[in-house]
């Protein structure tokens, strides 16, 4: 049987972030599409030019509209932009029994566009992180969800835990933000405790614009196939290798990753280690 995902999020015009890098991720796995439209940017490489906000009753009839029709495997939320849209995005969810649920904690976009209102950020927590299978912020934005500042390893946990306590099932910290020249490391801890750090060699690129979305996407489109979450998330991470490591050189700043990579490349992808 076809798995059909559900991302809700943002339209980048550009084409490697957003709906649409969510939307050729879970093409490139096999996946069958559908989206929920939250707002649209004016985007390219070298940036935000424009954000333009769809009013909230819009994104709940998108929701419904898909919910109602199709038996929908997993649901990834990227960029959702304000606290109207969140509530109108839970209540959605969980009127509708709520799939398996990818929380994408988009804030800021490369360039330093803000793509969620400050007074969101409340609303995030209280409303849709309850609900999350797995919440994947990168190092900001973790920093933001738990109200602290993330300097060493050791405040990965502190930070996590604090994530946890919102009550969602999982949370991944990516450390594509990170100074480490060699590695790209991501910590995965579980609300029961369980944890492990995945770990791959860093592409030297300034083209990555868009990794989160489409590390993301990958999680959810694999979940939908009936992966579990561990293998959904090193599967996820040899997506996003593969993607940076056969970059396009578009645009003049930094330009998307390769959405078609995978299914070529996940052979020879460069190792993917789990640290238990
Ligand atoms: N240069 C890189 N080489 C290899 N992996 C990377 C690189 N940059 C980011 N990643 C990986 O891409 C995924 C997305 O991380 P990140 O870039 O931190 O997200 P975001 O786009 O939300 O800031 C993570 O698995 C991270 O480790
Ligand atoms: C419409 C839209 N949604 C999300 C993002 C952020 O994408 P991300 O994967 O975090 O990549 P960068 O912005 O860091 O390159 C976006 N830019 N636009």
């Given at each position: ?5 559900l ?25 069958f ?7 649209v940017?004016?985007q ?24 109602d029709d ?11 932009f ?9 209540v959605?969810l ?19 566009a803000?793509?969620?209102k ?16 797995l ?5 900001p ?10 300097q060493?390893?050791?405040d ?8 946890l ?23 995965f ?5 369980y ?6 060699e ?5 083209d ?11 999680i959810?489109?694999?979940?939908s ?17 593969a993607?940076i ?12 990753t ?9 052979q020879?992808a460069?190792?993917v280690?789990?640290?238990?």
């Amino acid at each position: 049987m076809t798995s059909v995902a559900l991302t809700i999020a943002g339209s980048d015009s550009g084409g490697g972030a957003g709906i649409q890098a969510d939307l050729k991720t879970f093409q490139e796995l096999g996946v069958f599409g559908t989206s929920a439209l939250t707002a649209v940017t004016a985007q390219n490489t070298l940036g935000v030019h424009g954000v333009y906000p769809i009013e909230a009753a819009g994104v709940t009839a998108q929701i419904q509209a898909v919910l109602d029709d199709f038996s929908v495997g997993a649901v990834k939320t990227g960029m959702l932009f304000s606290a109207d849209i969140i509530e109108a995005v839970a209540v959605s969810l969980r009127n509708n029994g709520c799939p398996p649920l990818v929380i994408d904690p988009v804030m800021i976009a490369k360039g330093g566009a803000s793509l969620l209102k400050d007074e969101a950020v409340t609303a995030l927590k209280a409303h849709l992180l309850p609900l999350a299978t797995l919440v994947t912020p990168n190092i900001p934005e973790a920093e933001v969800l738990a109200d602290m500042t993330i300097q060493s390893t050791a405040d990965y946990e502190e930070a996590a835990n604090r994530i946890l306590s919102s009550g969602a099932k999982a949370v991944i910290l990516k450390g594509g933000h990170s100074n480490d020249a060699q590695f790209a490391e991501d910590f995965f801890f579980r609300a029961d405790g369980y944890s492990f750090t995945i770990k791959s060699e860093r592409i030297a690129t300034k083209d990555t614009h868009g990794t989160g979305c489409t590390f993301s996407a990958a999680i959810t489109a694999f979940i939908s196939q009936g992966k579990s979450l561990q293998e959904a998330v090193r599967e996820a991470k040899v997506f996003i290798q593969a993607a940076i490591s056969d970059g396009l050189q578009l645009g003049g700043g930094h330009g998307p990753t390769n959405h078609w990579a995978y299914n070529r490349l996940k052979q020879d992808a460069k190792e993917v280690v789990i640290i238990e």
